[in-house]
């Protein structure tokens, strides 16, 4: 098995059914061969369980593939007790401390998680988020924001970018140019944003950019009626256009899960205009077979530029750097307190 990424892997981000691969599933997996997978709760039940499911995964496109998985602690995390540490909601833990202690107890956080990924053959993980919580912020999205102000969410983004890397893990900033203002869960419904440029650019915007060189970041299903009031950002050549240019990320793009319900259409549609629009990967997560095949065949394999920046990407996956877990945890206690 060979690491790094074949220029020309599927350009498709594949979710697994259950615990373990399926013989339909291997074999789907070595035809199309995805640049990556991503797992969910339903793939996760004890470590040595996830082990031979991200085992079976690389093996069947014979090389160290990426496997992704949203463990951001809080409400959004797939591998949980009694096997993996719990954590409270982002945004509590970073309000309840200075800036400062904020971002070094995420960063440990950001860190531990990584250590427990890594451990079970997991490494990637969809976070840091650079949503801002405002008061119409959906619930879906509010708690799990790093804090109300681009300072705070950048800082922090940082951090727990870093300790995400610094564990050997990459990881994906979400959810490009910002799902802060949606007031609408875009797992169900399709959000749509009437702030004007200049508050978007000043402030949603703003996180973006300072985080703009991180690997791997995944869009938004949003509509920005500045920018693009026909599209959500994921279908949109406008807002993807701003994101590489204007918000000046260039690393990897996802989308973010193509079968969620704010988008319509045919899942072959869906690929196509996200790929069209300037997505370099298609993200579907819910391993239901027929909608993969559609998927597989509309994505294809990775572009060009894709390919580039999937390498790039890959680039940053290194050893974990070395790391004491009794100090880790004995400093995020001290940052904690009776708070966290």
Not at 115 to 130: F, K, M, Q, W, Y
Not at 252 to 281: E, F, K, N, Y
Request: negative net charge; charged residues 25%.
């Amino acid at each position: 098995m060979h690491s790094g990424v074949d220029p020309v892997s599927g350009a498709a981000i594949f979710g697994v059914s259950g615990g373990e691969l399926t013989d339909w599933e291997a074999k789907f997996f070595q035809d199309v061969d995805p640049w990556g997978f991503i797992l969910f709760a339903r793939n996760v039940e004890t470590p040595d369980q996830v082990r031979r499911l991200t085992s079976a995964l690389r093996d069947a496109v014979g090389r160290e593939a990426p496997i992704f998985i949203d463990q951001e602690g809080g409400r959004v995390a797939r591998m949980q007790a009694p096997h993996w540490r719990v954590w409270p909601p982002a945004l509590d833990q970073v309000l309840s401390l200075p800036l400062t202690a904020a971002r070094d107890s995420m960063y440990l956080r950001a860190r531990m998680i990584a250590h427990e990924l890594r451990a079970v053959g997991i490494d990637g993980n969809c976070t840091p988020l650079g949503d801002i919580a405002q008061n119409d912020t959906h619930p879906i999205i509010f708690n799990r924001c790093y804090g109300e102000d681009v300072n705070t969410v950048t800082a922090v983004g940082r951090a727990v970018a870093e300790g995400c890397l610094d564990g050997g893990v990459l990881p994906v900033l979400k959810h490009i140019p910002g799902q802060g203002r949606a007031d609408l869960d875009s797992h169900l419904e399709l959000p749509r944003v009437d702030a004007t440029r200049t508050h978007l650019d000043q402030k949603d915007f703003a996180t973006f950019r300072a985080l703009a060189d991180l690997p791997l970041g995944m869009t938004a299903h949003v509509v920005f009626d500045a920018i693009d009031p026909e599209h959500c950002a994921t279908l949109s050549s406008d807002c993807l256009s701003l994101v590489r240019q204007e918000i000046g990320f260039d690393g990897l793009l996802m989308t973010d899960d193509i079968s969620m319900r704010a988008l319509s259409g045919p899942m072959d549609q869906r690929c196509r205009a996200a790929l069209a629009a300037g997505c370099d990967l298609i993200l579907h997560c819910n391993g239901e077979p027929t909608e993969m095949l559609a998927v597989a065949e509309a994505a294809g394999r990775l572009a060009d530029t894709a390919s580039k920046r999937a390498q790039a990407a890959l680039v940053m996956r290194k050893a974990p750097k070395a790391f004491d877990l009794a100090e880790a945890e004995a400093a995020y206690q001290e940052f904690s307190g009776a708070h966290v």
